[in-house]
C-alpha cells in the first residue's frame, strides 16, 4: 500500500497534525508512519525501525499538538493536558549538542538525545509543535476552507484559502461551476 500525504513541507507541527484527515489516521500502523518520517527525512533524526511503540508516541504527541494549535490559534490558553503532554514529551528525551569536527574541516554541533527512539521522536516533534505554538505566526495558521478538509496550513500569502490549491480549491471551482449551470439547458 502506498500512502500518500496530501500536505508536507508546512512546519514540522502542521504536517504532523495533518496524517489526521478526513479520510483517517495516516500514521495508524508502522507502514504509514515509516512512510511520513520517510516524507519528512529532511527534518527528523532518522529512526531504525518503525514500531508500536514509535507510532504510539507520534500519536500522543500528535492528540497534544492539535488542540493546543487550535486555542492558540485562536489567541487562547491552550488546554493544561496538551501542554502536560507536550513537555512530558520533550522531558523523556533531553537534547544536548556534540560538538564534532568534520572531514571537510569545519565543526557542527548536532542535537543528540539519550533514549529509546521513541521517545526521542516524540520529543522531536513535541519541540517542533512547541517552536510553533511561540511563533508570532501561530495566529495566522488557518483551517482549509474545504468544506470536507481538515488540514491546517500557515499561508506564505494572505489570500490562500485552501490546503492545497490543486486539490481542494480546484473541487471548491468545480462546485461553484456545477451549482452556476445546474438546470441551465444545454445548447
Known sequence: MTV?????GEPLALDLVNTRTAEGDLVA????????LDAQAARLTPVAGVGAAEVAAVRAVREAARPALDAARRGERPPAGALAALNGAMAAAPSHRVLAWTEEGGATAPAHRSADPAARLAA?????????????????VREC??????LLFLPAHPRRRWCVASVC??????ARYYARHKGQPEG
Open 145 to 150: 476552507e474545504a468544506h470536507d478538509c481538515v
Open 124 to 140: 522531536e516533534l513535541a519541540e517542533a509543535v512547541a517552536e510553533l505554538l511561540t511563533d508570532p505566526r501561530v495566529g495566522q
Open 169 to 174: 480549491g480546484n473541487r471548491a471551482r468545480v
Open 29 to 36: 500502523d508502522p507502514a504509514g508512519l515509516a512512510a511520513w
Open 4 to 8: 500518500t500525504f496530501p500536505l508536507t
